[in-house]
């Protein structure tokens, strides 16, 4: 969810402000995403690497992460929605921690959607972990087997907002195959308009998983 920091340049106005406003683009994409048939949706909220930001930044972040997990989990949960987190919890505050548990075991038997949050995730440290993970002999389906994201299917479109055309070590492994579509759309201004658009690019696309065309999986 890339573009935050420069939609608050835009509109003169803080950084912290922008991380506001993109975190109710995603409020508003979700509650307007229900009949779009998505059945797992993953954010990259916060990575391994953004610990390096300023501390006020990254404490206005956790802030943010706090406000939504106390006062939006209930909404979602009332909505059908399963949350879940990817990353490495373990770098976030304890009272995050319990909160983050609270949110997966309250909304552990809803079907509606799943949202999976990454947080504190990157995805080279998710392969270490899970290749430390493994006892036997390492293979495609053990290492698929020992990451964050072994109960969902791997992606079948990737998003990226705000201009950028790279991956920022968010799920290396899980997009093998993963059809990529960039926007220069900043994050806080990307709504479920946006959200069409990116579906309707996605299925122009042939994929073909390597095979010939017409042979595909
Ligand atoms: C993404 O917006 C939000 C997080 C990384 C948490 P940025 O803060 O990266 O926004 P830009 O790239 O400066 O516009
Ligand atoms: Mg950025």
């Known amino acids: 969810m890339d573009g935050n920091g420069r939609w608050a340049t835009r509109h003169g106005t803080s950084r912290k402000a922008g991380h506001q406003q993109g975190s109710e683009a995603l409020r508003n994409l979700l509650e307007n995403s229900r009949e779009l048939g998505v059945e ?4 990259y909220a916060f990575s391994s690497e953004n610990w390096q930001r300023s501390p006020e930044e990254v404490s206005d972040l956790m802030d943010l992460l706090r406000y939504y997990l106390r006062h939006e989990i209930k909404k979602l949960h009332k909505d059908g929605v399963k949350v879940c987190f ?8 304890s009272d995050l921690q319990t909160e983050l548990e609270k949110a997966e075991l309250l909304t552990e038997n809803n079907q509606a959607l799943t949202l999976v949050v990454a947080l504190s995730y990157g ?21 698929c087997n020992a990451l964050d994201t072994a109960n969902w299917p791997e992606p079948d479109l990737l998003i990226r907002t705000g201009g ?52 595909a999986a």
């Open 123 to 143: 995805s080279r440290q998710e392969l270490v972990r899970a290749m430390n993970k493994i006892d036997g002999e390492i293979t495609v389906d053990a290492v």
């Open 40 to 43: 797992v949706f993953t954010v």
């Open 164 to 215: 950028e055309k790279r991956l920022s070590n968010f799920l290396l492994w899980q997009c093998a195959y993963t059809e990529l579509y960039f926007t220069e759309t900043l994050w806080p201004d990307f709504t479920i308009e946006h959200l069409h658009e990116a579906l309707a690019d996605y299925a122009q696309r042939e994929r073909r998983f390597g095979s010939r065309p017409g042979l």
């Open 86 to 93: 990817i990353g490495d919890r373990t770098a976030l505050s």
